[in-house]
């Protein structure tokens, strides 16, 4: 059957140019149209401030793109953070406008002009905002698989992390300099819909390379 001519009255109709509605990407041979559908073609996200949770809520398969890439990147601005990370023996000091006392022990008094010299061996405090960065600093990476309930559904999408070469890495947790980058992977393993919960938390942890225990250390994102 010669169908030249009613491709033609389409195309006339509707147009020619390439069907780039997300549903039908794939039907219509049109995945070079897929926002993060390949690891070199990803979504791309700039992450400053930490921690910071991400959350994705979609699907992938059938009539759409199989696999989806999200290229976080990373740099973390020093001078704002949601959270005090404690270095070892040390606790995180919590400021208030409470006076008087608590458990016998008199508010403390912030003032930079008083404390000017050193009293009894007590050097002057040195006050300091934001985040004070160790040589060998690095910033946790945690993707969790919320799933949706259906194990029929859940059982067929693998979520990844992939480090800065788009390597993939072998654990839900990886850990990464404050200024890098990686990604993560969204891959349909069934020729049906599967929709996907997904969050990955950076910076839940800011830790130096030499406290990280052996376990955690095998999580580094290794760059070649």
Same mark, same amino acid.
């Given at each position: 059957m010669d169908v030249t001519a009613e491709i033609r009255q389409n195309h006339l109709r509707y147009g020619s140019s390439d069907n780039t509605a997300p549903a039908g990407?794939?039907?219509?041979?049109?995945l070079n149209y897929a926002s993060g559908g390949s690891i070199n073609k990803p979504e791309q996200i700039k992450i400053k401030i930490i921690p910071f949770t991400l959350?994705?809520?979609?699907? !992938? $398969?059938? =009539? $759409?793109?199989?696999?989806? =890439?999200?290229?976080?990147d990373?740099?973390?601005?020093?001078?704002?953070?949601?959270?005090? =990370?404690?270095?070892?023996?040390?606790?995180?000091?919590r400021e208030s406008n409470e006076n008087g006392t608590v458990n016998t022990y008199s508010v403390a008094v912030i003032d930079e002009n008083?404390?000017?010299?050193? !009293?009894?061996? +007590?050097?002057?405090?040195?006050?300091q905002s934001g985040l004070q960065e160790p040589d060998d600093g690095y910033i946790s990476i945690d993707l969790n698989n919320l799933?949706? $309930?259906?194990? +029929?559904v859940d059982?067929?999408?693998?979520?990844?992390?992939?480090?800065q070469n788009r390597e993939e890495h072998p654990y839900d947790k990886m850990f990464i300099r404050p200024n890098e980058?990686?990604?993560? $992977? =969204?891959?349909?393993?069934?020729?049906?819909?599967l929709p996907y919960n997904v969050d990955c938390m950076i910076g839940n942890q800011y830790v130096s390379g030499s406290?990280?225990?052996?376990?955690?250390?095998?999580?580094?994102a290794r760059i070649n």
């Open positions: 990407l794939s039907s219509s041979r049109s959350n994705y809520k979609d699907s !992938v $398969g059938l =009539f $759409g793109s199989e696999n989806y =890439f999200v290229k976080v990373v740099e973390v601005d020093p001078r704002y953070t949601f959270a005090c =990370f404690e270095e070892e023996f040390w606790e995180c000091a008083e404390d000017l010299t050193t !009293v009894n061996t +007590y050097e002057p405090a040195e006050m799933k949706t $309930g259906n194990i +029929y059982s067929w999408l693998d979520i990844r992390l992939y480090t980058q990686f990604y993560i $992977g =969204f891959h349909a393993r069934n020729t049906r819909r406290e990280l225990s052996a376990d955690d250390a095998k999580k580094i």
